[in-house]
């Protein structure tokens, strides 16, 4: 005869094992509509023009785990023809952002490459068109050298703006049975003159948002964001 405290347990584990699959993702949300990030940013565009480069502060992840994190990884250096201005560029894109795959933000990376982060507040950067993708300023300093960035990382449709924000929007998703696809978006400029830097910064971004083609911004900002923009 089965016993009623076996029947209990053995109750608690189909519940158990039925709400873990009703947590398992098994759908999939992908914004980056075909084709590689990469061929979808302009290499110029007004009186910027760019080179690629790999020497930017990367995400602290070697071999095979980078391969993992990050399906593309697209590095630029743009210049300025008019100032001589430079603004580098670094995307990291992920066609699947789950618990394993964490977007890594500058807050971690920068300090694993040995800077000092002087600060680091959350934000808001205008879009042409009036939209507003929520943004994090981050001054980080090294040996003489100081970059000040501007980032956002994108997880299928939502902007977390924090590390907290990023494990709910996991959570989220997975309790709604998809995977989304995802990216770290970040810029910066090399300058001891935080506000002049950051004022370059937010007339750059929307300028080169505006140039990339409709059908690919969703990927750099959500559906949502990417249908403000007035190119």
């Not at 593309?72 to 990291?92: C, D, F, K, N």
């Not at 970059?147 to 998703?173: C, D, F, H, K």
Request: proline share 5%.
């Amino acid at each position: 005869m089965i016993a009623r405290r076996d029947l209990l347990i053995g109750g608690a584990c189909v519940a158990a094992a039925g709400a873990a699959y009703a947590l398992t993702p098994r759908k999939r949300l992908v914004l980056l509509n075909g084709g590689k990030l990469a061929d979808a940013i302009p290499l110029s565009f007004g009186d910027w023009s760019a080179e690629n480069s790999d020497g930017l502060v990367q995400p602290k992840s070697e071999g095979e785990l980078a391969a993992t994190l990050y399906s593309e990884m697209v590095g630029r250096i743009y210049h300025q023809a008019s100032t001589g201005a430079a603004v580098m560029m670094l995307i990291a894109y992920g066609d699947t952002q789950s618990d394993m795959l964490q977007l890594h933000r500058p807050e971690a990376c920068y300090p694993a490459v040995g800077f000092n982060l002087v600060s680091t507040v959350p934000g808001t950067l205008t879009l042409h068109g009036g939209g507003e993708v929520p943004v994090r300023r981050v001054v980080a300093a090294a040996q003489g050298r100081q970059e000040n960035i501007v980032y956002w990382a994108r997880m299928g449709e939502y902007l977390p703006a924090s590390s907290g924000e990023q494990r709910q929007v996991r959570l989220q998703t997975a309790m709604a049975g998809y995977v989304p696809d995802g990216g770290l978006i970040r810029f910066s400029v090399v300058g001891d003159d935080t506000e002049a830097a950051f004022k370059i910064l937010d007339e750059f971004i929307p300028d080169l948002l505006a140039a990339v083609p409709a059908n690919k911004r969703p990927a750099l900002v959500g559906t949502r964001l990417a249908k403000t923009v007035v190119a």
